[in-house]
């Protein structure tokens, strides 16, 4: 393992600059008129040039925009800025997993992970939220009180800072390291619905980043009134967190089903926008010895998932400091995973990647202190 601290920002951003990272390309374009005067060609054509820099070459100053007229590229600098997440810690795993805490505002600080050899090449997996309010009993992340959403712009930033760090710039390079993203980090995506449509509509954009939708995994733990509004649009893939074949004991593990139920949950999944055996949704349970890992278990979740186009991710439990939970053994976790197959879902089993520094699924909660949004606007204003 190796870990940099890094400060490389000043702990607050005195630059009133408006940011130019998460608006949308219709959104920059509005900007840009709105702003400067420009007519509603022009500013389509200059939106169009400022974000290919942005988002394919990952420039972070206007001079390095050479097709644009040098007193444009000085306005731009006087009205504009393209700003970068403080990169507060980075730790690499012996597995090569990347793990970086960042920090966007003062008390603002979320975790992202990249985890290369997944997917197609790498999986970044970003946070939504700095904190959460779910309390999943076997999540860490779950211990840490929310302070807010992120917004749009703060988890592009989770992107770019990865980008960054392994150098993948121009964005359409044929080698990229850097294919999917997984809204699996700290957070409840489907509470930040707004902030999660607009980053995807950023990060897929095929100009830019252009990481295909198809590549794009949103994982909630059961908000299922927000659910079809999240296939609608965004047409991103589909992650639960079930864990649990009965409501008793996914009300103990995940207590947000004493509110939407299994039964409510299976009957959203079924009416997914776009669901089908070639869109399937991912259905994650973690293996907890002597709590979910029986063969009765596994011959349940076979039942519940019936007719739902799913794909079942096994994923053993990572351990985290005085949680009441073990890792099931490897034999049982096989065990259960041949009744998943025999039955002929796709049940793969989910290598730990991070673990030595804390960067595997559960695991993700920031050490430095957390403050709710309140605190932080009455020191502020103190």
Not at 53 to 68: H, K, L, Q, R
């Amino acid at each position: 393992m190796s870990t940099t601290l890094i400060s490389a920002l000043p702990e607050t951003d005195t630059d009133q600059r408006t940011s130019l990272i998460g608006l949308t390309r219709k959104g920059l374009a509005k900007r840009l008129a709105e702003d400067l005067g420009l007519t509603d060609k022009e500013a389509r054509m200059r939106s169009r040039q400022i974000w290919g820099w942005v988002y394919n070459f990952g420039v972070t100053e206007f001079s390095a925009m050479t097709n644009i007229a040098k007193g444009m590229r000085q306005k731009l600098d006087d009205w504009y800025r393209i700003p970068r997440a403080e990169i507060v810690e980075r730790q690499v795993s012996r597995d090569g997993t990347r793990k970086y805490l960042l920090r966007f505002a003062p008390g603002i600080e979320a975790e992202a992970v990249f985890i290369p050899g997944v997917g197609r090449a790498g999986s970044l997996c970003v946070s939504s939220q700095v904190g959460c309010t779910l309390n999943c009993t076997f999540c860490h992340t779950g211990t840490q009180a929310l302070v807010r959403n992120l917004t749009a712009e703060e988890i592009i930033l989770q992107v770019l800072a990865c980008k960054d760090d392994i150098e993948e710039w121009p964005s359409g390079k044929d080698d990229r390291q850097l294919t999917n993203i997984v809204f699996m980090g700290m957070g409840e995506p489907l509470y930040n619905l707004d902030g999660v449509d607009t980053a995807i509509n950023v990060i897929s954009d095929g100009e830019g980043i252009s990481i295909s939708r198809r590549r794009i995994t949103v994982s909630t733990s059961g908000i299922v009134n927000q659910m079809h509004d999240l296939g609608e649009r965004t047409e991103a893939m589909l992650a639960i967190s079930l864990h649990a074949t009965n409501d008793e004991l996914r009300d103990v593990l995940v207590p947000i089903n004493k509110k939407w139920n299994i039964e409510a949950l299976l009957e959203a999944c079924r009416n997914y926008p776009g669901t089908s055996n070639a869109r399937r949704i991912t259905f994650e349970y973690v293996m907890l010895k002597g709590v979910n890992d029986s063969d009765a278990e596994a011959r349940e979740l076979v039942r519940l998932l019936k007719g739902i186009p799913a794909k079942i991710n096994l994923i053993p439990f990572n351990p985290w400091p005085n949680s009441q939970y073990e890792c099931s053994d490897w034999d049982r976790i096989e065990a259960f995973a041949e009744i998943v197959n025999r039955a002929g879902y796709a049940s793969p089993i989910r290598t730990p990647r991070g673990r030595d520094v804390g960067a595997a699924c559960g695991q993700l909660k920031t050490d430095s202190l957390k403050k709710r949004a309140s605190e932080v606007r009455a020191e502020a204003l103190t």
